[in-house]
């Protein structure tokens, strides 16, 4: 009985040990899991307005003080922001990728860009893309400064550039006409019963426009687009890599997988109300 007994114990006691190593591996690979989860991912976010006055506060219009909340609570969690061009370059040799990674963008060249938000990019330290649409800087170029609102006005081509030679800033096409809705094409979407080619010729025409144009302005040509209202045509991401693009950004809110070029870029809408911090937590439930 006595012998029945202490051999029971042993019984028990190698249980539980193997039970201990069992959880300290399951344990030991969790953590590593997360590790490997973040450091493989990047939180992408979007941004479009931002302005003072709140009754111009939606989905797409925050303030600038809810801009510096976003960018001090992405300091404090130390996080790296990359720029479009960055990301492909360590993508492009291997390079480590920082273990809390970012890209901050801003959809459609706001004047507010050089007026609040480099600023604050610069006091945080932060870098941000700026996808811009070679329409709305051409009608702006042309305007005068008087017939100007801030609350409506769009990057000058000379403010394009101010925001280009910032470290903190870099310039993303957003499409040269194609920022639409409402007539025959929806954004960049391909018009109903339309061919590959002439989907190509139009969709490339037009990509290509603004490459060209920044190529001029500012000497190189942007790495990073934007599909305007996130609208995105069969075949599109191919047409669009042609015209020189390894970085393309969607309006999808999930973690960003960094395996690789073409890189996919994942971005939460940043509406008025909803903070960084709150995004963070969604990104992070969801990895
Ligand atoms: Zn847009």
Redesign the pocket.
Known sequence: MEKYKSQGFIASAAGLLAMAVMLGILFAATVGADEVRMQDKLLGLMY?QVLKDPSYHNDYCVSPDELEEDLKFLSREGFTSLLPSEAAQLLQNGEELPEKAVMISF??GYETAVEYVLPLLEKYKMKAVF?I?GDFSDEYTELPDNEKNLSFAYLSWQEVKTLEESEYAEIGN?TYSM?LNGGDRQGCSRKYGEDDESYRKALYGDIQQLQLKLSQLIGKRPVGF?Y??GLIGEGADKIIESAGITVIMTCEEKPTVLDGLPLTVNRYNRAHGRSAESIYQKYLSQL
Do not use: L, M, S
Request: charged share 20%; glycine share 0%.
């Open positions: 479009h959809d459609d996808n649409v957003h920022h934007a305007p209202f």
